[in-house]
């Protein structure tokens, strides 16, 4: 099995594979001929400048965007490999089990913090209810899935200390209650490959510690790849294995965050060109 | 009111501009539709008549009306409110003079002859009232903490869940019992026929829009598909009421399945236009498709509905039994009344029951999540398209119900039962009974079938209530009646979210 696996891929480690991405808008190049290896049980930083191309990165990896060139290969589990970019946007999240979270956050307001989770374990509910149609007559295999998932819903409220504000409205939730249910919610789909856009945004210094623990365990727990985009230094120094930089979409490094931390090319594209040494 | 003076210069620059397109637009739109009509005359001859005078006025007010709208959206609300106070007035009050036929009305100095289009003009100075009215209370609750907002809002959701359920048995209850008091005649079981119909098919396009949150403007066209379904079968096929029911739904989910098809990735104003549309096309597939609809004419002579077989006949053909001759009672008109009017309460419970049960399965608290967010629901890797095509074909099955037993209520159909202004009714009573609220939606439908029903005496002034109830609704409760949302599932149960509900 696993010699299998490696003579499909290079390394068997390798999670996701980005070759030479390419991302057009008309007369802009958003990406621009970005290749980068993310590897399980690792968390990737992203990190780059304003506009620099990370959140396109993200849409492209999660079909909300077709690059224009490129090719994006996710190793799955038991040696499937799926072509990203050739999929639809939602089958990514369905067949992949890609799952992410947005930049500006993106809940089901009006529904309750546990409906939100129950949300994202739709596919294998609607499974077990068979289409709705055995779970209208109580099907017990259906109830069994439904406490199943409710289960799995109150597991995460406890991990992200939501528990007591689980039948609340999502919207109604404070700024950083918000982003950790966000995180919730896309670990709910049982993913291989969780994608989070700025996690640490607009949270304070405590908030943002209790985020990187949050974040190791799920590293550690689920062994699942993270790809990370943050401003946050702390956050992205302290928790990434490995980190690409991206500048007005480029790659213009990548390495341990030591290295990253003292080149020249980070500094510059950070500093401008005033920076310059 | 400070602010008002160095923003306003700019505001009423815009609402010049928006004015200038109106004009425009109101020109090109009305130029062909209104400024010509066709006359026919003796024989086969046709003319055109032209009402240019009619083209100048609408190219006039209705710019006036969009640069006073403009401007209380702006937050300049004195002109708005004063001058479309005195045109609600003045046009509503020309109008209910008109239709009432007094020599007045020619007196006075008015655009169109006709009194309805005047009030038509009446609604929209409404609408500009309605801005201002509303503009005044944003600013006073700007004035307000957003504790104190908040508070406001729970307290109305808290209101509004009591008055559900307290309401719901009630009107249950009172649903059933009405037959048997001394108020039950036939004329009042007839017209709640009429307004338990509309409930239903309330209820059904509530799966669509407060669920779903899809708007569709064309829900009429599998009512009417419905409807057909059974007039054809009936007449061509024989069959009873009971037998092409569940053919009728079926078809009509079809038909729900085949236009969501390609409309469904459609979003927002898109969709309620291309719904419009096929509304519709169906209308007028009805009215041409001569051979097998009956065109213009309708369908007629479709077997009324029947008691599990039993026709409700005065004189049963020889050798067959009859309801009343079954039962051993004296012939009474009322008994198919009655029967109809239990029968839709079934139909329309079950709508109630199923809806209900939807929402508590993975696929309604899908349509759910994507009225309120389709970008995450893709992330989440829901499919967007089948989850909207469900939750179209179920609401349509609802309707294709309701048609058909609309057909063996009337023995009779035909296009006219089936135009663009069902539609806009059915969507008001959802909207106005407060999107996804099944009391609502009861209560809505009450308010706007029956209360013109009562006032049917006053025949022409019972669309100027229905559009007067429908203002006070939206002026008195902006979200609609019962506007509310209860959680699908609870972990905590209610008294302890309440208790939180009310710390917080
Ligand atoms: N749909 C789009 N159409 C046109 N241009 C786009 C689109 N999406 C992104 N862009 C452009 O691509 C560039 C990269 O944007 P992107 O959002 O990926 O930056 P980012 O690295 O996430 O920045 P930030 O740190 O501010 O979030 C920007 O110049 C942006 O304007
Ligand atoms: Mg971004």
């Known amino acids: 099995m696993s010699a299998a696996m490696a003579a499909v891929s290079p390394a068997a480690d390798t999670l996701l594979n980005v070759e030479r991405l390419t991302m057009r808008f008309g007369g802009l190049i958003a990406i621009n001929d970005v290749s980068f290896v993310a590897k399980r049980r690792q968390i990737t930083g992203i990190i780059g400048p304003n506009g620099a191309g990370k959140t396109t990165l993200f849409n492209c990896i999660t079909g909300f965007y077709k690059p224009t060139v490129g090719r994006l290969t996710l190793h799955g589990d038991a040696g499937h490999t799926y072509l990203l970019e050739q999929m639809d946007g939602f089958r990514i999240g369905q067949k992949a089990r890609v799952a992410r979270t947005f930049q500006n956050i993106r809940l089901f307001t009006g529904m309750s913090v546990l409906e939100n989770l129950m949300v994202a374990q739709h596919n294998k509910l609607m499974l077990a209810s068979g289409y709705t149609v055995l779970g209208l007559f109580g099907w017990p295999s259906f109830r069994r899935a439904e406490r199943d998932a409710r289960d799995k819903a109150v597991h995460w409220l406890e991990k992200t200390r939501l528990i007591g504000v689980a039948d609340q409205p999502a919207g109604s939730l404070p700024y950083g209650d918000q982003r950790r249910l966000e995180i919730a919610r896309a670990m709910c789909t049982d993913p291989i490959m969780l994608c989070l856009d700025e996690p640490a945004a607009g949270l304070n210094p405590r908030e943002s510690a209790d985020l990187n623990s949050l974040l190791l365990s799920i590293r550690d727990e689920f062994g699942i790849g993270l790809l990370l985009i943050e401003h946050d230094m702390s956050v992205v120094m302290g928790i990434s294995d490995h980190i690409v930089v991206l500048d007005y979409g480029r790659k213009i490094a990548e390495g341990t965050p030591l290295d990253i931390r003292n080149d020249p090319a980070v500094i510059r594209a950070y500093l401008g060109e005033d920076g310059q040494e | 009111m400070t602010a008002v003076p160095s923003t306003s210069a700019p505001l009423v620059i815009q609402a010049a501009k928006e004015a200038a397109w109106t004009i425009l637009v109101v020109g090109l739109l009305s130029f062909l539709m209104v400024g010509y009509q066709t006359e026919v005359l003796q024989g086969q001859q046709m003319s055109f008549v032209n009402r240019f005078g009619d083209v100048i006025w609408a190219m006039v007010l209705i710019p006036i009306g969009r640069f006073l709208l403009v401007l209380a959206r702006g937050g300049l609300l004195l002109p708005p409110a004063v001058l479309g106070g005195i045109a609600t007035l003045y046009l509503f009050g020309a109008a209910v003079l008109g239709l009432a036929g007094s020599p007045l009305y020619g007196q006075l100095p008015l655009p169109y002859d006709q009194p309805m289009v005047n009030a038509i003009f009446g609604v929209g100075a409404v609408f500009i009232l309605a801005a201002a009215i509303k503009g005044q209370r944003d600013r006073r609750r700007g004035a307000q903490t957003l504790e104190m907002r908040e508070a406001a809002e729970a307290r109305q959701a808290r209101i509004a869940r009591n008055m559900s359920s307290i309401l719901g048995p009630i009107l249950i209850v009172l649903a059933i019992v009405i037959p048997w008091t001394p108020w039950g005649d036939r004329a009042v ?237 059915i969507l008001a009573i959802v909207v106005l009974g407060g999107m996804g609220s099944q009391v609502g939606v009861a209560l809505a439908a009450l308010l706007l079938i029956g209360l013109p029903e009562v006032l049917r005496d006053l025949s022409l002034y019972r669309m100027l209530v229905f559009g007067g109830v429908m203002v006070l609704i939206m002026l008195w409760r902006p979200k609609g009646l019962l506007a509310y949302r209860e959680p699908t599932l609870l972990l905590h149960g209610r008294r302890k979210r309440n208790k939180a509900g009310v710390q917080s």
């Open chain 2, 189 to 425: 079981v007839d017209s709640l026929v009429l307004v338990m119909t509309y409930v239903m098919l309330g209820w059904g396009l509530n799966i669509v829009v407060g669920l779903a949150g899809l708007l569709d403007l064309g829900y009429v066209a599998f009512y009417a598909v419905g409807a057909y379904t059974y007039a054809k079968l009936s007449i061509a096929l024989g069959f009873t009421f009971w037998e092409s029911l569940p053919i009728a739904g079926a078809l009509a989910a079809l038909f729900g399945v085949l236009l969501g098809f390609p409309v469904l990735r459609l979003r927002g104003d898109y969709l309620a236009i291309v719904t419009l549309g096929f509304g519709e096309i169906i209308r007028i597939v009805l009215i041409n498709w001569q051979s097998f609809t009956g065109g213009p004419n309708g369908l007629g002579n479709i077997t009324r509905i029947d008691f599990f077989g039993l026709p409700f006949e005065r004189n049963p053909a020889p050798g067959t039994e009859s309801f009343h001759t079954f039962f051993g009672l004296e012939f009474a008109s009322t008994h198919r009344v009655f029967f109809l009017y239990y029968v839709i309460i079934v139909l329309a419970l079950i709508t109630n029951f199923v809806t209900i049960r939807l929402r508590k399965m993975p696929i309604g608290r899908a349509w759910e999540a994507l009225r309120e967010d389709e970008t995450a629901c893709r992330a989440l890797g829901i499919n967007p398209t089948n989850t909207k095509l469900t939750a179209f074909a179920i609401g349509a099955m609802f309707a294709g119900f309701a048609g058909s037993f609309f057909a063996a209520r009337q023995g009779f159909v035909s296009p006219e039962s089936f135009t663009f202004i069902e539609s806009a009714v």
